[in-house]
């Protein structure tokens, strides 16, 4: 594989467990981030999809990162993700409650100006100059399919040029020309993370260094093993980890999503809680079937959890 193996990289969008009043369930947050950092991998915390960050308060988003980091810090890398803002203003308040916070880094992400309409190159130039030149965190930029466009391979190389505190790159996007130019372009230089573990074979082979991945919050040391055998060049333990991871990611996808991940961890007496209105619990069939795979993969043993 064409990358330096010391540095591939995984991590996971953390869930926020809520309770069945809707508050966010302290607790259980807890047991779960405990559990990632036992596995030993990188985490993300409030996430606008895994992490339901759109559902919260400004006020919940600070006290999710100040529990991330009493929890976290100094164990594994701990990031804070945050959702698409409207505005660059919108961008800047998080990073500063983010750092704040003392979370490691913090991602930088797409502006999503609403209603189906997608910023120009020079818009995007700008907000991204705008927000980066705010702040000093150690910062991650994303390029997300989310917002319905993809920001120019050009103009995400000249940010990395200009603002050295970016540290590393979210590669949301399903293209491999696009990847495979932003893995030649700066590789070498940050870190670069895919969008999900069905790129990870493809990415690790272009020079980037890991993949995100909310199957972690189910089965973290499968995630990691995938990362272990990649590091060790064992491309037989790789696929046969990977396969597994896969067909976890497509038993949730197109099944219930983030609310099955969550009663998955219910019924397996781990902290998963309750989705968050809009979102409603898992309806019952979407739950045995990816009980059916876990069972299939043999995660329902120690391998996973």
């Not at 999503?112 to 100059?129: I, K, S």
């Not at 493809?202 to 089965?219: K, P, V």
Request: glycine share 12%; hydrophobic share 45%; proline share 5%.
């Amino acid at each position: 594989m064409a990358s330096d193996a010391a540095r591939y990289q995984c991590f996971t969008i953390s869930i926020t467990p809520f309770a069945a009043d809707g508050a966010i369930d302290e607790q259980a947050l807890r047991r779960h981030l405990r559990k990632l950092g036992d596995a030993g991998i990188g985490v993300y915390v409030g996430g606008g999809g895994s992490g339901e960050g759109y559902t919260l308060s400004q006020a919940e988003t600070g006290r999710l990162l100040a529990i991330a980091v009493d929890e976290l810090k100094g164990r594994v890398p701990i990031r804070a993700m945050g959702v698409e803002p409207r505005t660059a203003r919108e961008m800047i308040a998080f990073l500063e409650q983010a750092k704040a916070a003392g979370v490691d880094a913090a991602q930088v992400y797409s502006l999503d100006v609403g209603h189906g309409h997608a910023p120009t190159p020079r818009e995007l130039d700008a907000y991204f100059g705008e927000v980066l030149s705010s702040t000093d965190i150690p910062s991650v930029l994303s390029t997300h399919q989310s917002v319905g466009y993809v920001i120019p391979a050009q103009v995400i190389i000249e940010l990395f040029d200009r603002h050295p505190q970016l540290i590393g790159l979210n590669v949301s996007h399903q293209d491999p020309n696009y990847l495979r130019t932003l893995a030649d372009a700066l590789g070498d230089r940050i870190d670069i993370c895919v969008g999900g573990p069905h790129q990870a074979p493809m990415a690790l082979a272009f020079g980037a260094h890991g993949f995100l991945s909310s199957e972690g919050n189910i089965a973290p040391r499968l995630c990691m093993g995938v990362i272990e055998a990649a590091r060790a060049g064992d491309n037989a333990a790789f696929l046969e980890r990977w396969g597994k991871l896969m067909r976890l990611f497509m038993a949730l996808y197109g099944n219930g999503g983030i609310r099955v991940t969550k009663a998955l961890l219910e019924h397996f007496g781990l902290a998963g809680g309750y989705p968050r209105a809009p979102r409603l619990p898992a309806e019952p069939d979407a739950l045995a079937k990816a009980l059916a795979v876990v069972e299939e993969i043999g995660l329902s043993g120690t391998e996973g959890w």
